[in-house]
């Protein structure tokens, strides 16, 4: 064996090493971006939460009847609501791990509406039967919702 052969065979052997070591840190590189995304993702559900859990107050603190409606300003509430509600979908995906929660948001705006609607009607007289405590509980009940199923998703998220 000639000092050339054994210089090819040594080279050979760099090579082999160095694209096995170039392997694993691509591979090292792949679960650092993963983890990465994974930890964006859990981030931006759990913003949500927080938002959703902020707007829980407000939403309590609606007028009930019509005689708790005199003086009070529920279309500046229902504003901020809208507003928070708005920031939360923003942040979910609509077919990623949020979707679901995005459909509670989406129920908890319908119900909103109605509730919205009722006040003006009751605030302007035309209403017989009053605000939609209905609604109001539904507004309520498809946040709580909402903010479950995103802390649920957020706990199947691998870190």
């Known amino acids: 064996m000639s000092s050339s052969d054994v210089i090819s065979i040594v080279g050979a052997l760099v090579t082999v090493v160095c694209t096995w070591i170039s392997i694993q840190q691509a591979r090292a590189a792949r679960r650092y971006g993963d983890a990465l995304k994974a930890a964006k993702s859990r981030m931006a559900l759990l913003g949500s939460a927080e938002r959703l859990r902020a707007v829980q107050d407000p939403i309590t603190q609606l007028p009930q009847t019509p005689t708790t409606l005199r003086g009070a300003r529920p279309d500046a509430t229902i504003a901020r609501i809208r507003i928070e509600f708005d920031r ?18 989406r129920a908890a705006e319908a119900s909103l509406d109605l509730y919205e609607d009722s006040v003006r009607r009751t605030s302007s007289g035309d ?26 998703v957020t706990e199947r998220i691998d870190p």
């Open 127 to 152: 209403a017989a039967e009053g605000i939609d405590i209905g609604a109001m509980r539904a507004v309520r009940t498809a946040v709580q919702d909402a903010i479950a199923e995103i802390v649920e």
């Open 88 to 105: 939360a979908l923003g942040s979910l995906e609509r077919n990623g791990p949020g979707a679901k929660a995005r459909a509670f948001l």
